[in-house]
């Protein structure tokens, strides 16, 4: 039984015609998402890791906790990651 190495990385995506500014997002995943004056979310462009897992769990928690499910998770893979540098 080997250890899994987790590599890559996922950035948060929100629909913003789903969206209503609930700002939930924030609260559970603040390191990940700010929110402008109407509560709207602003989200980090830049992948984070996925070795980084309590920003993906943050993710996850604020996936999960949108009352309108307009977030999801986009997993990015290493290569992906080079290429848009």
């Known amino acids: ?10 950035v948060l995506k929100v629909n913003p015609i789903l969206c209503d500014g609930f700002g939930h997002c924030h609260e559970l995943a603040p390191e ?8 709207y979310p602003i989200i980090r462009s ?4 996925l070795s980084d897992l309590a920003s993906y769990e943050s993710a996850r ?3 999960r906790g949108c009352p309108r499910q307009a977030l999801r ?11 848009r540098r």
């Open 1 to 10: 039984m080997g250890v899994r190495r987790r590599s890559g990385g996922f």
């Open 32 to 39: 990940l998402v700010q929110v402008d004056e109407w509560g």
């Open 46 to 49: 830049e992948p984070t890791a």
């Open 61 to 63: 928690y604020a996936v």
């Open 73 to 83: 998770i986009e997993r990015i893979s290493d290569d992906a990651r080079s290429a």
